[in-house]
């Protein structure tokens, strides 16, 4: 059995500031066949673990390239057309092969192609031909398409947020795709849009029940494979939104009940599973009424983790401008200040413009006298036992606030992005990370209080503000009524691409 393996792995945020060039993929991971060093991640666990089998002797395995860049604006037409050709080009060159397995977010979008994830499913699946069994592993903030379904066999989405489950889903993608190889199973994919643009918390009730009834699915033999795919609410394509995905064994109509079933559910869940946010002032004031510290205010519109600068000013001015001093905030994006603090050294005292850079909802910069308490020049931080590069990095006191500034855009994710640079957040009253959700594991650890804040950003929390142009209407919460669930037609399988008549 010849198995080929590739990652291509962007969320893009189609309201952010700034494109997204092919250094970007380079600064943040770009490994070309048999390059990616051992290791999991979101996007390329689906290739570890065909790396996995492979050394236990289970298959021949052809590893293509492998590149992630962090979420950011559309992906620039040199970008994304160069990394997709080149990935396909390594497939056409390891012919023939029985699987491909592939990890793709799902999100992303580049200048020209709202769907790059169906664009090179459809193109894969015309050069691996009828017979191949193609697999992707996808983030559940993925935009399911029509063309996705129709091109691959197996498509599975992480089913926790935060994406603590990676590699379980790694495995059940190989452990299907190995086998419909075989010939053991006949796995059929149908898929349901909810009606919804929503933004789902499976660490909290009511959505925790969800995913623990999927899984339970899946356990008494009713598919092969449940995902909730939650979208993207900062993408924008027709097939944005919320929608239901399962896999039988060769059962499509069962696959297309259970499907509506699950979509029906999560429309009613939707209103439900998004926790409302709070006003930053009415956030602080709760942290510094809490008796006991620290309170953790995430704040989730500045996140880099869903295609924000990470540069914004707004709680960190206003942090200042009430007289806060008990607080730690990261990681803030700021190459230039961070140069600035490596010139001048730990300890020292400088006029600094810190933030506020990215364009206007970053903010103004905050400017002040500020202290250099650390520096480290290969800075990370560990999620889910995994590290994550902050590239330079300077930990800064202005006007009390201790603040983490990196030369690598990045949301928050372990409390070590502060205790590697000598702060220590379990000390603080307040302790501000940039992410939405992915930080909850870690600094769960030292607080109970976390309070997502509502302030300016590229992630903007209410949905119905956003100037959408293609999302598919009418759709809740940005149009009124509830949200009315409809089915996934898929286009047939070797049709045009969606997105050629733009490439």
């Given at each position: 059995?010849r ?11 189609a ?11 380079e600064?943040?991971?770009l ?17 570890e ?17 492998c ?23 390594e ?15 799902g ?5 020209g ?8 499913l459809v ?24 063309e ?13 947020y935060p ?12 452990d299907l ?26 660490s909290?009730?009511?959505?925790r ?5 999927m ?13 909730l795919?939650?979208g ?11 929608r239901s ?5 060769g ?28 006003t930053?002032?009415a956030?602080?004031d ?23 600068a990470?540069d914004?000013t ?31 050294g730990?300890?020292a005292?400088?006029d600094?413009?810190?933030g ?9 910069p ?10 480290d020049p ?13 590239g330079r ?14 030369s ?12 590697r640079?000598?702060?220590d957040?379990a ?20 607080s ?40 996934v037609n898929?286009?047939?399988v070797?049709?045009?691409?969606q ?5």
């Open positions: 059995m198995v080929f393996t590739a990652a291509f792995w962007n969320e893009t945020n309201f952010a500031p700034f494109p997204l060039d092919v250094s970007a993929f600064e943040a991971g490994y070309g066949p048999g390059e990616r060093p051992d290791g999991d991640s979101e996007g390329a666990a689906v290739c673990e065909a790396r996995i089998r492979a050394r236990a002797g289970a298959f021949d395995l052809i590893e293509g390239t590149t992630y860049a962090e979420p950011s604006g559309l992906v620039t037409r040199a970008a994304y057309e160069g990394l997709r050709d080149r990935i396909l080009a497939l056409q060159a390891a012919l023939p092969v029985d699987i491909v397995a592939l990890g793709l977010h999100a992303m979008a580049a200048d192609y709202p769907d790059c994830e169906g664009d090179i193109r894969a699946r015309a050069i691996a031909g009828p017979k191949a069994r193609i697999g992707v592993l996808i983030d559940p903030h993925a935009n399911l398409s029509a996705m379904v129709s091109a691959a066999d197996v498509i599975i989405a992480f089913k926790e994406h603590t489950d990676f590699r379980e889903r790694a495995v059940e993608v190989m795709l190995e086998a419909a190889a075989r010939g053991e199973i006949d796995p059929v994919m149908r898929s349901w849009d909810s009606g919804a643009l929503a933004i789902f918390h499976t909290r009730p009511p959505v029940a969800f995913v623990e009834r899984q339970r699915l899946e356990r008494e033999g009713a598919a092969l494979s449940v995902s795919v939650h993207f609410p900062w993408g924008d394509a027709d097939c944005s939104g919320t995905l399962v896999i039988t064994d059962d499509a109509a069962a696959a297309d009940a259970l499907a509506r079933q699950l979509a029906v559910e999560a429309a009613a869940l939707a209103p439900e599973g998004m926790a409302a946010p709070v930053l002032d956030a602080i709760q942290a510094l009424a809490a008796q006991d510290a620290p309170t953790v205010l995430a704040e989730s519109p500045d996140n880099p983790g869903g295609g924000a990470g914004s707004a709680v960190l001015a206003q942090l200042i401008a009430r007289g806060v001093r008990s607080a730690c905030l990261g990681p803030l994006w700021d190459p230039g200040a961070v140069d600035l603090a490596f010139r001048a730990v300890g005292r400088l600094m413009r810190i506020g850079k990215a364009g206007r909802l970053s903010g103004q905050v400017d002040g006298e500020a202290e250099v308490l650390a520096l290969a800075a990370f931080q560990t999620f889910a036992g995994v590290p994550v590069p902050m990095a300077a930990a800064v006191r202005i006007e009390g606030v201790e603040v983490v500034l990196v690598q855009r990045g949301q928050a994710l372990g409390v070590d992005l502060f205790t640079l000598g702060i957040p000390a603080k009253a307040i302790v501000v990370v940039k992410s939405s959700r992915h930080y909850e594991a870690e600094f769960g650890k030292i109970r209080r976390m309070i997502t804040v509502d302030c300016a950003g590229a992630l903007q929390i209410n949905l119905a503000n956003i100037p959408y142009r293609r999302v598919r209407r009418p759709r809740w919460p940005i149009d009124p009524g509830p949200p009315t669930p409809f089915p898929p286009n047939p070797g049709s045009k691409p997105n050629e008549a733009s490439s």
